[in-house]
């Protein structure tokens, strides 16, 4: 399984982006598909998560401005970012969770796309 994330780049504060990942393979199913984020200096915390039910959990930094949504028949997610703040400056990561594919199963992980939100 690859995951290709892409939609990153530089935004001013107050501003949106929307961030696409798509997950590549013979895949059957994908249980959990989500966003994390790393911040120089910190450790990877989870953005946002949703399941193939449509499930949703978001962290408390994020709620209210994040919306995150998936197209199970194309293995994708997408991170809606709106009323973006300087905190929000990042790596993100796309990860797909519970994967079952032909001849594997697990979590796989995109390369990270950088998001940059100036003051």
């Known amino acids: 399984v690859q995951l290709q994330a892409s939609g990153g780049g530089l935004v001013q504060a107050g501003g949106s982006l929307r961030l696409s990942c798509a997950a590549s393979?013979?895949?059957?199913?994908?249980?959990?598909m989500g966003w994390y984020r790393q911040a120089p200096g910190k450790q990877r915390e989870l953005v946002a998560t949703i399941r193939s039910d449509s499930s949703t959990n978001y962290a408390d930094s994020v709620k209210g401005r994040f919306a995150i949504s998936r197209d199970n028949a194309k293995n994708m997610v997408y991170l809606q970012m709106n009323s973006l703040k300087p905190e929000d400056t990042a790596v993100y990561y796309c990860k797909a969770g519970g994967v079952y594919g032909l001849g594997y199963s697990g979590d796989y992980w995109g390369q990270g796309t950088q998001v940059t939100v100036s003051s």
């Open positions: 393979g013979s895949i059957f199913s994908i249980n959990v």
